[in-house]
C-alpha cells in the first residue's frame, strides 16, 4: 500500500491515544486540502500492510486504529487488513474518508463496503473550505460528520456519534 506518513501517539484524530496511517493518494482533491502532498497516488512510500500492521502494535498504550489520508476507501484491501488486525488486538477503529457514507454503502465497490463493516467511526464528506470550522471535534468543516458505524449498522439509518 502507499504511505504518506504513520503517526503514534496522536491526541487530534479521534479519542485517546491513536495510531494513524496516512494513506497516500486522494482524487478528491478539496480546494484548502490541509495535506495536498497526499494525493499523488504514486507519492509516498510503499510499505506491506503487514508491516504497518506491526508499527501498530509496537505501541502497548494505543487506544486505535485511525485511517486517514490520503483517501483510506481508494486503498480499501490493505486497510481492511489494517482494520481487521487493529481489531483482533482490542483497538478500535476510526476513519477519515472525502466520500460520504451514503456514496460507500450504495455506490462503493465489495472492498469498500466491506471496509466500512470494519470500520466503528467514520468521518465521512469533502473538506469544504467555505464550512471550515476549528470549534467542531474531529472534522475540519462543519458538513463532515462523526458517524458511529457499529450503532448505524443496528439502527440501520445513519447514527451520529455525540461530540
Ligand atoms: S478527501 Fe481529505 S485528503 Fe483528500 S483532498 Fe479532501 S481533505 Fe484532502
Redesign the pocket.
Known amino acids: 500500500m502507499r504511505i504518506y506518513g504513520l503517526v503514534q501517539d496522536s491526541i487530534v484524530d479521534g479519542p485517546g491515544f491513536r495510531f494513524v496511517c496516512f494513506v497516500q493518494g ?1 482524487t ?3 480546494p484548502g ?4 502532498d ?2 499523488d497516488p504514486g507519492g509516498g512510500t510503499e510499505m506491506s500492510a503487514e508491516d504497518v500492521g506491526a508499527e501498530l502494535l509496537k505501541n502497548p498504550l494505543t487506544d486505535g486504529l485511525t485511517l486517514s ?3 483510506p476507501f481508494q486503498q480499501a484491501e490493505d486497510c481492511l487488513t489494517l482494520a481487521r488486525l487493529a481489531h483482533s488486538h482490542g483497538l478500535n477503529v476510526w476513519s ?3 466520500y460520504t457514507y451514503e456514496f460507500l454503502r450504495c455506490q462503493g465497490t465489495s472492498a469498500q463496503q466491506a471496509l466500512l463493516d470494519e470500520i466503528d467511526v467514520l468521518v465521512d464528506g ?2 469544504l473550505l467555505e464550512r471550515r470550522t476549528l470549534s467542531l471535534p474531529w472534522r ?1 468543516s462543519d458538513n463532515q460528520r462523526v458517524i458511529d458505524l457499529a450503532a448505524t449498522r443496528s439502527a440501520g439509518t445513519v447514527v451520529l456519534r455525540p461530540d
Open positions: 486522494c478528491h482533491h478539496c486540502c490541509h495535506n495536498p497526499s494525493h489520508g490520503g483517501e477519515y474518508t472525502g469533502p473538506f475540519g
